[in-house]
């Protein structure tokens, strides 16, 4: 199953060093240094289409760096400055590009909501995001097991999982309030149990400012709770391959909201 890594192709220009917070890296930067094809390590390098695309030449190579993409292309999509996804001139080239295979630097475990487009929000085009999407960013085993895939074979280095503004598969939970919903929706409320006894409700507080609070914690419970439910993945994370951040995106603004990348409690290393 293992795929080869065509776009890990040049792997090598380094992003650490800079600032995770969007605002700081505003600055759009698509285009990969020549010199990075050379550092790129022996046996990765393939071949560029004659017009290939070149944004794909800087696929990060750390988790560090894959955050670091993602903070500086949300930073565009913010001001309105998005490079990667503009130019449809590239589109035949992308896709010859990828025929022969994908190197994800970032798995996204995002909703299902028509409006957190997480292509666009980090301005990444095709072969740079392995997207997994359920409503209220809650995935069922098939869906950890997509991000175990995505890790393991493809060589991704990070995890976001990505909860909402306004996100309707929240509302929804909290307003069914422990009563069944109809049809299959069970099984959200079974993938989404426990949230509302996390964060409950303050008599004092509106309901929309609990929405909101709800939707950070599940954000931040889901993301724990893939790691719990995985020992490959966890095992990637104690050796600092890789990263799982969740993050909350603001439909309003745009702006993805990280939060600190899940460390491992010294009671977790008993694996599962
Ligand atoms: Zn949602």
């Not at 001001?79 to 010859?96: F, I, P, S, Y």
Request: aromatic share 4%; glycine share 6%; hydrophobic share 45%.
């Amino acid at each position: 199953m293992r795929v080869l890594p065509l776009l890990a192709l040049t792997a090598a220009l380094s992003l650490q060093g800079q600032e995770h917070e969007p605002a700081a890296a505003t600055k759009a930067k698509p285009k990969a240094k020549p010199e990075a094809h050379a550092a790129a390590p022996a046996g990765q390098v393939a071949t560029p289409a004659a017009h290939g695309p070149a944004p794909s030449a800087d696929t990060p190579d750390s988790p560090s760096a894959a955050l670091t993409e993602l903070a500086t292309g949300n930073a565009r999509f913010v001001a309105g400055k998005r490079v990667r996804t503009l130019d449809t001139g590239h589109d035949v080239a992308m896709r010859a590009a990828l025929v022969g295979g994908q190197s994800p630097f970032a798995i996204v475990i995002t909703c299902s909501d028509s409006r957190v487009p997480d292509a666009l929000v980090f301005d990444q085009e095709a072969g740079r995001l392995f997207t997994i999407r359920e409503a209220g960013n809650a995935p069922d085993l098939q869906g950890i097991a997509s991000a175990e895939y995505a890790a393991d074979h493809l060589g991704s280095k990070l995890i976001v999982v990505m909860g909402h503004t306004s996100c309707g598969a929240v509302k929804a939970i909290r307003e069914a309030n422990g009563k069944p919903l109809p049809g299959n929706l069970w099984a959200l409320q079974a993938g989404m149990s426990g949230l509302l006894e996390s964060t409950p409700h303050d008599p004092n507080e509106e309901a929309k400012a609990h929405l909101s609070r709800l939707e950070e914690a599940n954000a931040k419970r889901q993301a724990q709770a893939i790691l719990d439910r995985s020992s490959l993945l966890h095992e990637k994370v104690a050796a600092e391959q890789l990263w799982v951040v969740p993050a909350l995106y603001h439909l309003d603004t745009g702006k993805v909201q990280f939060f600190k990348p899940l460390s491992l409690a010294p009671a977790a290393s008993a694996h599962h």
